[in-house]
């Protein structure tokens, strides 16, 4: 499917917004997606203002969720115990306007002209519609939306109404609570989209309601999280409302007026959040109030509403507080593409959308979906490890040290998880809001002990890249030993002297519960060095001594036949998937068995080749390109996390146009609904994953080495590409053109000034604030790799001159 790029006369390229010139319906939801709000802590869907124009409008917390008993068929020990789902908040972009006795809604009414924008440079949405009334009247509304940044739990909504000739005008601005309502939307039994709950939510606690201003307080049933909600309103006329209304899941405030000819009505909404836990449920940044009082609450909810309504702050001041927020945002974020305009407009959607998700999530994590819809549940993966922290770590220490602060709180947790598990140290969940599992389905969940090195990795990235001391001697480090230790318990020295690691799932969710899954085995091999070099009381030398062996004698399954390093132990002996499939069975998850796709040759998404990309210092040029050639065409690519580290190992082998093909796949995913979900949410560990194709794939960036790496391949039709980093205190500037790499330190108040050593190709080079420019030349296209198997041979052979064929769209 194609969306953005396939109706440009309807989505103008600008490089700097995201705008819609004409309304048409049928994709509202993925449009509400694409035009969200965030800060990471708060999140707004980009509906119409009109609740009748909505489809799945929303607002979201990071971390506020509620918890239920997970009730298995057949239950077994060890299976995760609760469920855990974001919760729609009661949501205050709602009104409705009346002109002259006709209710506007772009369904029903006349419009004239329409014009919507999303601003990155200034994080503001903008709605300006023309419509032709009834009356005879021409009304023009206009409505701005941000949220706050230094003040993340606030909103600001503004709605102007001008119109040609004196009009009577009623407007009711509106706050419902949507999580207890009743909704007619089919699941489909598609996993990735949250579920309803049977029970009712939130419970009201507290609501109070006067002159325009509303203090209304809800608690979860299950979790006991408690959501206060404070609303004030402005009008430029400085005019009382008619009424204000408060009820348990919809209350608002009216105006009832008339405008005279060429006026100009203004509304100003704010609105602030609050949240806390009432000794229930606490997770992350959600402040815990103890026990439950005997009041039931109540106390708790008056001190919580005091707390919203002394955090309102007027609508301007929120929608300069964005402006300043993503002035500084991209001074230090922004990636330039001197290539074809839609590429730069799309890269900056993306960059956007990881502001959104991250900027002000406090110490906690990154939900799969940020905070832009309620797909997966509102849940925190390894996908913020592998796909978001390098973004992070470079763009944002800090916010990449609280990422990884929220996985060392869950320390506790996952060590009583270990235990139900049968191995040491820590275990991590799979999927989580809490700290506890909640996948339901181990095969594709618990069985994936990666998750375990994919946070000790991001560990000692950040350490490494940051120079943080104190944070790698405690934190860091107890996170290294504790994953070690559990990797030591898990696998096991087998009678070939060989360390195995035996019962997982690798990345690719294709292939369930196998052994000596090669990703999991490289990464576990550098988790255990890595715990093995830090200081950290009670690690002995023999737990040095033993962790180094495994490290050293660690099982990486290869295939002498092919000469090429198998996915695991039994990969290839399976029976090649039948790609007559039709493209209507995509993605294969939603129409087989688990079963049926397990037991055949496919991939879902990269494995061997993150393997490869993580661990770029352990393998030959030789082993990645033939792992290359072997795994990209029998990966589907129904993961949206797939696209990007395919095009990252395409542009470093030397295939220059399949990289960039890849690259165009991930860059697109959400603008274009490719993997046809977008309306449940901004696939955020993709926009992370864009970052690292552009920094690591066309820069070709390597870290945790003795210094930076770079390898430069940038498309053939490319002119520049500039970014910058942030590297142990100082700013890196990058700047590459298809001559030459130039990198300089950019001037940063108490930064060392030592040049810093950076390898290109090789070579190092002395990086000053002057500047360092080195040629590099076009590198060649290596032969395609050949393999015995003659099916192997052809297939692979015509999918690299293909990429898409004979897979969906992705």
């Known amino acids: 499917m194609a969306l953005i790029n396939s109706d440009r006369l309807r989505f103008p390229c600008d490089p700097w917004k995201l705008v819609e010139i004409i309304h048409a319906p049928g994709v509202e939801g993925t449009l509400e997606t694409l035009f969200a709000l965030g800060n990471g802590h708060l999140g707004i869907r980009g509906a119409h203002w009109a609740p009748s124009d909505a489809h799945l409008p929303g607002t979201f917390i990071n971390g506020f969720h509620e918890v239920w008993d997970i009730k298995h068929a057949e239950n077994a020990f060890g299976f995760a115990r609760t469920g855990q789902g974001i919760v729609y908040v009661p949501d205050a972009n709602n009104f409705t306007l009346t002109i002259d006795g006709e209710q506007l809604s772009l369904t029903e009414s006349m419009v004239l002209e329409f ?3 999303i601003n990155f440079a200034t994080g503001i949405y903008e709605c300006v519609i023309k419509w032709a009334c009834h009356s005879g009247a021409t009304v023009t509304t206009v409505e701005r939306r941000a949220v706050g940044f230094k003040a993340r739990g606030a909103i600001g909504i503004e709605l102007l109404v001008t119109s040609d000739q004196r009009v009577a005008v009623d407007i009711t601005s509106t706050v419902i609570n949507r999580q207890d309502q009743l909704t007619s939307d089919s699941l489909d039994h598609d996993p990735r989209r949250s579920g309803r709950h049977t029970g009712r939510v939130l419970k009201q606690l507290y609501a109070d309601g006067a002159d325009g201003a509303l203090n209304l307080v809800w608690k979860t049933a299950a979790s006991r999280q408690l959501v206060a909600l404070a609303v004030d309103h402005r009008t430029s006329t400085g005019m009382q409302p008619f009424e204000t209304i408060v009820a348990q ?10 405008i005279d000819a060429d006026e100009t009505f203004r509304m100003e909404k704010s609105v602030s959040y609050a949240v806390s836990s009432q000794g229930g449920d606490p997770v992350g940044n959600i402040t815990t109030h103890g026990t439950e009082p005997e009041d039931d609450g109540v106390s708790a909810a008056k001190d919580l509403a005091a707390t919203a309504e002394a955090a309102l702050i007027p609508v301007a001041t929120v929608l300069a507080d964005s402006a300043a927020h993503y002035e500084q945002y991209w001074r230090r974020a922004d990636i330039e593409v001197d290539a074809q305009p839609e590429i ?17 999530a406090g110490v906690s994590g990154i939900p799969a979906k940020g905070v832009s819809g309620s797909g997966y549940e509102g849940h925190y993966f390894w996908d913020q490890e592998i796909y978001l922290l390098p973004y992070l770590t470079y763009t944002n220490p800090t916010g990449a040290r609280q990422v990884l602060q929220s996985r060392h709180a869950m320390l506790p947790d996952a060590r009583v998880r270990a235990k139900e598990l049968s191995v040491d140290g820590a275990l ?15 095969a594709a969940g618990t069985a994936q002990f990666h998750i375990a090195a994919a946070i000790a990795f991001a560990t000692h990235r950040y350490q490494w890249a940051s120079g943080d001391a104190s944070f790698g001697q405690e934190m860091g480090a107890e996170i290294l030993v504790e994953t070690a230790r559990m990797w030591m318990s898990l696998g096991f020295f087998g009678k070939d002297g060989q360390f195995h690691i035996h ?22 091999r550098f988790n255990l060095r890595a715990a093995a070099a830090v200081e950290y009381p009670g690690v002995s030398a023999q737990d040095r001594q033993l962790w180094h062996q495994a490290a050293d004698r660690m099982a990486l399954p290869f295939d002498t036949h092919l000469q090429v390093h198998s996915q695991d132990q039994d990969f290839m002996t399976l029976e090649p998937w039948d790609w007559s499939t039709p493209r209507a069975k995509y993605p294969l998850l939603l129409h087989f068995h688990p079963l049926v796709i397990y037991r055949h040759q496919i991939l879902k998404q990269a494995d061997t080749v993150l393997a490869m990309f993580l661990q770029w210092q352990n393998f030959t040029a030789e082993e990645k390109q033939r792992a290359f050639d072997f795994y990209d065409p029998i990966t589907t690519g129904d993961s949206t996390l797939s696209a990007c580290v395919q095009g990252i190992m395409a542009a470093e082998i030397g295939y220059g146009d399949i990289a960039l093909r890849h690259f165009t796949d991930a860059l697109f995913i959400d603008l274009d609904d490719s993997h046809g979900n977008t309306a449940d949410g901004v696939h955020i560990a993709s926009t992370g994953g864009v ?10 960036m390597r870290d945790q080495a003795d210094v930076l790496h770079f390898d430069p391949r940038l498309p053939d039709d490319w002119d520049s ?3 910058r980093l942030a590297f142990r205190g100082r700013i890196l500037a990058v700047e590459l053109t298809p001559e030459a790499i130039k990198l300089s330190l950019v001037p940063v108040t108490g930064a060392s000034s030592e040049p810093l050593m950076v390898n290109i190709r090789g070579s190092l080079v002395a990086v000053t604030l002057a500047g360092v420019t080195t040629p590099v030349r076009a590198t060649s296209r290596p032969q395609l790799s050949v393999f015995p198997s003659a099916l192997s ?9 293909t990429v898409h064929s004979p897979f969906p769209t992705r």
């Open 503 to 524: 019962g997982v799932t690798g990345p690719d969710e294709y292939t369930a519960v196998v052994n000596d899954n090669l990703y999991t085995n490289v990464m576990a």
């Open 249 to 258: 899941d919809e209350s608002s405030v009216r105006f009832v007026l008339a």
């Open 721 to 723: 590409l500039a970014f």
């Open 115 to 117: 014009q919507r924008s």
């Open 793 to 801: 041979h052809d297939s692979h052979h015509q999918h690299l001159q």
């Open 691 to 700: 970052w690292s194709s552009l920094v690591c794939g066309f820069a070709g």
């Open 344 to 360: 730069q407009q799309a890269v900056r959607w993306n960059l956007f959308q990881l502001a959104q998700a991250t900027a002000r």
């Open 428 to 442: 991590f969940p799979w999927r989580t809001i809490n700290g506890l599992e909640a996948s339901a389905y181990y």
